[in-house]
């Protein structure tokens, strides 16, 4: 949920003209694996800023927790010790979290008119008001990454801090961020930073080192720089090749003109019946029904 | 810290070894990612454990818990042998050159002077030869054979990296990388900075890992350049600023100490602390003892401290020992001290061997503890099962709780790291009826006070005449007590150079301590700290961070102890000639009449190269010491000593001597360590970069962030032992038990020592029985009752214990 109300490039299962007379510079989190400690300050900080809690739970046997994203932590630290060179360990540390993705798979998915919402700044924001917990974004996601609320039927993930973004600040995380493992600002400086980056852990013999930008989702708006780009999945699954599942892309692409064909049909077919029968008129007993259920 | 946090960004290699920076102290850790980013610095990790600092790490070395001399001792030896020293830094500003006394030995594991019966050593054969002129003499050609180079050589020839690999379990080749990259720094224009925690210091061997990393600074010529130094990681945000005003039992202010028992003349007492200069033109800075303590003095006492009275010397305590906490909690054991006040602190799970502290708290007859949380300690006498299984109905103490408040509950200023004093201010108003402690101290003093004005008493006079004048005397001011620190002139102070011209008027704060006398005209409550609070006002509270040097001192953001020097022994930065060994890093340099640059000289200000005058300005001999006299309890050169809880039962390096033959043992203590054949693994307590010791399990975050108790093991021992992660364990030493979860990791691994594999359990300390986050076992139920041998920091890092699948 946002501020933001003025520079909307997109709304679910909307077919109006977004508000677009502002125009917002497109905006980048960028997350240095490679500088990340792993001190989970981003994840106190998101749950402060956003006060939100979760439940104080249990070890189980590794150094996450909570374990998985949840409607309360919108972000987690996932580690893995990993020896891909005989004898040199390494301990990759990855924050995860909403990728904001330049082709949203979740606002695609979502039925809910203008429960999913993309900034021109290029933020995926969900407006929970709007939102009729399908969970039809959970399947659209190629992060696996928005959780339902057992207690509200709503899905929450990360928001960018999209107020704090409108406000002119940088995001919760990246302003507790104390080893700058986290950074924010313009499309083009973050990216600029990553590839200085890069060259940086190609000095220190991390040969394969690289930015992870997918384009099977258009680009995303939160990128990471890899010590091992060339496999990604080594960092506690983090896709490959991401893309919007083929169900939501049929249901929204090749599907999507039968559909707006389907409703106009319906709506030509109410036509026809109001102008040859008139008016539907709800009997007085079926208003009685609903008073009775309400 | 001899340098400051900014400073590591100018480092070329950092080792972070006896501390993990990354996990402990996140925020000040930046400066490493900084110095990697934009100096393209290589940093290395040396741990028992692959933590999260090795996460980041360009080059890893596991090494044996407690084994740290051992591997330092191996990298003194590599550099001396493959002459990768700073050869014109060591010549001129080190001891190397000075020749040691006849007598001096070292044979088998025992240095001369050895009384077994009082595992006390006799120090006067480590000396120096001293001259017909009273000047230690030395050899310019560091070829004598008794010359502290020579020595030094001989000494370290013993650590081999075959012997270091055999007594740390490094690799030898992994030993010899750290070697390689560390004596890159050997030339002028390439720093090492080291950063160090409680990883060094609580070992029975602590004070003994740091020197001889100090020492390896000093032959890398690293001490005194931006980028080097020794920094030490301070954990707590203000405990720079308790050793700082001397809240050690043997301390007063400014690291000026207590008199002993024998010292009961007052002349006899400052002419052992002012030394005299042990080499011509030398500075000798503590020659001002006197006028440090006369000043603290008139600060306490005002018009009672007369010269007369010896400015009321004979008021000071004498000590027949030192009162550590762990000599303190043995006295309470044995039911000899009965009476505590626990202040900030939470002894119960602090200290170690927590049946004892248990026992000794049990014994009191009443008990004051003063703290924001209800810790442990204030509730040592609640029955928890097997976290705290006491009998409340046994126990008579009388415990009393006074509520203060935290830091963010009051103005004041904190101490980090690297000696800057920062002002900060109050940002909520304390809850329910929480006090600042000053509050509660001083209401405890007015009490006092009272009494003895009303009853007398057997010695009244400190209480009766202890300068009080505080505007509210039941609420002394952060800001009286800076001003009160700082010091101010007594009389009108007039410039030496000139009696005509008053520099300060009476009343007036100091500018600093160069303005102290001894005559009873100057008060200040703590020497280091002058400067802080001047009549410019609170010179903490700057936050001007203009930095034109590019080199991060910033000398005009708030106020470092000494005389807002940001670099020590800063002289060391330039050659004998005045000039820098490396422009780039121009910290000072001589400009033909003054010493001046980025940061503030920690020298003479006038006095010219050719004086000959040697940057170790507060020692006799003005150079930094290879040989370290008698000023440590087990021997002037580092020596390997095994933990008193040794998985390998011997000391490779003489099996006679195993452990520290210097420390100090309790009755009683000796005998219940664990040995390895009941206890075959080695363990260690550490932090987790989620907690701060037992407060942050009182905070939901934190408690969300890691909930619940555990140990960490490799995946080789879960193998052995059939665990697996996540599971229920019970680990035990000779002292007790705990349960928690395992996690089972690769960042553990088994080392090949002595012939055998010894294997680490790992046990962060931050749950107890108190608090929001699962309940857990204070971790200190495990450790030896023993701590180092100069300071009696407890051996927390290094001892044994069993584990089993609950």
């Known amino acids: 949920m946002a501020l933001q109300s003025l520079d909307i490039k997109r709304r679910s299962a909307t077919t109006t003209p977004s508000p677009s007379q502002r125009q917002t510079q497109e905006v980048l989190k960028l997350i240095d694996v490679s500088k990340c400690i792993g001190c989970k300050a981003c994840q106190v900080a998101c749950m402060e800023w956003n006060d939100t809690r979760d439940a104080i739970g249990a070890n189980h046997g590794v150094y996450d927790n909570p374990m998985d994203l949840t409607e309360n932590s919108w972000t987690v630290m996932r580690y893995a010790e990993l020896e891909l060179e005989q004898g040199k360990l390494e301990w990759l540390i990855r924050k995860d979290g909403c990728m904001h993705c330049a082709e949203p798979g979740c606002l695609k998915a979502c039925p809910a008119p203008g429960a999913v919402v993309q900034y021109s700044n290029g933020i995926v924001d969900f407006h929970e008001e709007n939102c009729i917990g399908c969970g039809y974004c959970i ?68 040969a394969n080192a690289g930015i992870y930008n997918p ?72 208003e009685k029904e609903f008073e009775d259920e309400k | 810290m001899t340098n400051h946090w900014v400073d590591i960004k100018n480092a070329n290699v950092i080792l972070v070894m006896g501390g993990n920076a990354a996990e402990a102290h996140p925020c000040g850790f930046k400066w490493v990612t900084e110095a990697k980013a934009h100096n393209h610095a290589t940093f290395i990790v040396v741990d028992p454990r692959f933590t999260r600092s090795a996460a980041v790490a360009d080059l890893y070395a596991p090494l044996r818990t407690g084994s740290d001399i051992a591997f330092l001792g191996g990298v003194i030896n590599y550099l001396l042998t493959h002459d990768k020293i700073q050869h014109e830094y060591v010549k001129a500003y080190t001891n190397a050159s000075f020749i040691v006394a006849e007598g001096y030995k070292f044979d088998d594991g025992l240095f001369s002077g050895y009384d077994e019966a009082a595992r006390k050593y006799d120090k006067s054969t480590w000396a120096y030869e001293i001259g017909p002129d009273a000047f230690a003499r030395v050899d310019e050609t560091l070829q004598h054979p008794r010359c502290v180079l020579q020595l030094l050589k001989q000494h370290y020839s013993r650590y081999t990296p075959e012997m270091v690999s055999n007594i740390c379990g490094t690799a030898r080749d992994t030993f010899l990388k750290v070697c390689e990259h560390i004596a890159t720094t050997s030339a002028p224009n390439r720093t090492l900075t080291i950063m160090y925690a409680l990883g060094w210091t609580q070992h029975t061997v602590g004070s003994q890992m740091i020197r001889t990393a100090a020492m390896m600074q000093l032959l890398l010529g690293n001490m005194g350049m931006a980028g080097g130094g020794m920094n030490a990681l301070r954990g707590h945000s203000n405990i720079q600023g308790l050793t700082d005003l001397g809240l050690l039992s043997d301390l007063l202010p400014g690291y000026l100490t207590m008199p002993r028992e024998q010292e009961s003349d007052y002349q006899g007492y400052i002419d052992k602390r002012a030394l005299k200069p042990l080499r011509p033109g030398q500075m000798s800075y503590w020659q001002n003892y006197g006028k440090f303590h006369v000043s603290l003095m008139k600060s306490w006492f005002g018009d009672a401290a007369t010269k007369e009275n010896n ?78 299984n006491v009998d409340p109905a046994r126990i008579r103490t009388e415990v009393i709780r006074l509520p203060s408040t935290c830091f963010a509950e009051e103005n004041g200023s904190l ?52 300068t009080w004048n505080y505007m509210i005397p039941h609420t002394p001011s952060a800001e009286e007590l800076a001003r009160e620190f700082n010091g101010k002139a007594l009389a009108d102070l007039t410039d030496p150079k000139d009696p005509t011209k008053v520099v300060l008027t009476k009343g007036q704060q100091l500018d600093g301590f160069a303005q102290l006398r001894d005559d009873g005209s100057t ?189 960490e093991i490799s995946e080789e021992l879960a193998k052995e032992k059939g665990i697996k992660a996540g599971d229920q364990v019970k680990v035990w030493s000779s002292r007790g038990f705990i349960k928690a979860v395992v996690v089972v990791t690769k960042r553990i691994k088994p080392l090949q020592v002595n012939g055998r594999i010894v294997h680490h359990v790992g046990i962060p300390l931050h749950w107890g029985f108190k608090g929001i986050a699962k309940r857990g076992y204070l971790a200190n139920i495990l450790t030896p009752f023993v701590g180092d041998a100069n300071t009696q920091t407890p051996e927390f890092k290094s001892f044994l214990v069993n584990i089993e699948k609950a």
């Open chain 1, 215 to 286: 384009q099977g989702v258009g680009g995303t708006h939160v990128i990471y720089v890899l010590q091992h780009a060339d496999r990604p999945e080594v960092y506690c699954g983090l896709p490959r090749n991401p893309s919007i599942g083929p169900m939501v892309e049929l249901w929204k692409g090749a599907a999507k003109p039968l559909a707006s064909l389907g409703l106009a049909m319906v709506v030509a077919g109410a036509a026809f019946h109001y102008v040859t029968k008139g008016p539907n008129e709800v009997s007085a007993e079926i």
């Open chain 2, 523 to 711: 008060a200040c409550g703590c020497w280091l700290y002058s400067g802080a609070w001047t009549e410019k006002g609170n010179m903490m509270a700057r936050r001007d961070n203009s930095d034109p040097s590019g080199l991060g001192n910033t000398i005009n953001w708030a106020f470092a102890w000494p005389a807002n020097r940001r670099v020590l022994y800063n002289r060391a930065s330039c050659d004998p000639a005045g000039k820098p060994w490396d422009q780039k890093r121009k910290l000072i340099g001589w400009d033909g009449s003054k010493w001046s640059g980025a940061d503030i000289p920690d020298f003479k200000p006038d006095s010219a190269p050719s004086d000959g005058m040697n940057p170790f300005i507060m020692l006799p001999e003005g150079v930094g010491r290879l040989f370290a006299l008698d000023k440590m309890a087990e021997g002037p050169f580092p020596e390997h000593y095994e933990p008193f809880e040794t998985p390998i039962d011997t000391n490779p390096l003489h099996p006679k001597v195993i452990s520290n033959p210097a420390a100090r043992v309790f009755k009683g203590d000796m005998e219940g360590f664990g040995k390895s054949k009941e206890y075959p693994y080695a363990a260690t307590t550490y932090r987790l970069t989620e907690h701060f010791h037992f407060w942050t399990k009182h905070t939901r975050l934190s408690a969300i962030m890691q909930p619940e108790q555990f140990v």
């Open chain 1, 139 to 206: 399947t659209g996601c190629p992060f696996n990454i928005p959780r339902l609320s057992k207690k509200d039927s709503k899905v929450y993930k990360c928001t960018l801090c999209s107020d704090r973004v409108a406000a002119g600040l940088e995001p919760a995380c990246v302003k507790t961020c104390p080893t700058g493992a986290i950074v924010f600002g313009s499309k083009e400086d973050m990216i600029r930073h990553a590839e200085e980056r890069v060259v940086d852990l190609k000095s220190r013999g991390f």
């Open chain 2, 415 to 466: 101490t980090n790291s690297g000696r800057w004093l920062q002002w900060h201010y109050k940002g909520a108003e304390p809850p329910g009826e929480a006090k600042p402690d000053a509050d509660i101290i001083a209401g405890i003093f007015l009490k006092l006070r009272e009494l003895y004005k009303k009853e007398g008493g057997a010695f009244p006079d400190p209480i009766l005449n202890l």
């Open chain 2, 311 to 388: 400015w009321c010397f004979d008021w000071l305590p004498k000590l027949d020992k030192v009162y550590d906490v762990l000599q303190v909690f043995e006295l309470m054991h044995q039911g000899k001290l009965n009476g505590y006040f626990c202040q900030g602190f939470n002894p119960l799970a602090s200290f170690p061997n927590k049946a004892k502290i248990d026992v000794a708290l049990a014994k009191l007859k009443y008990l004051v503890v003063i703290d924001p949380l209800a810790t442990e300690t204030s509730c040592f006498w609640e029955h928890h099962g097997d976290f705290n």
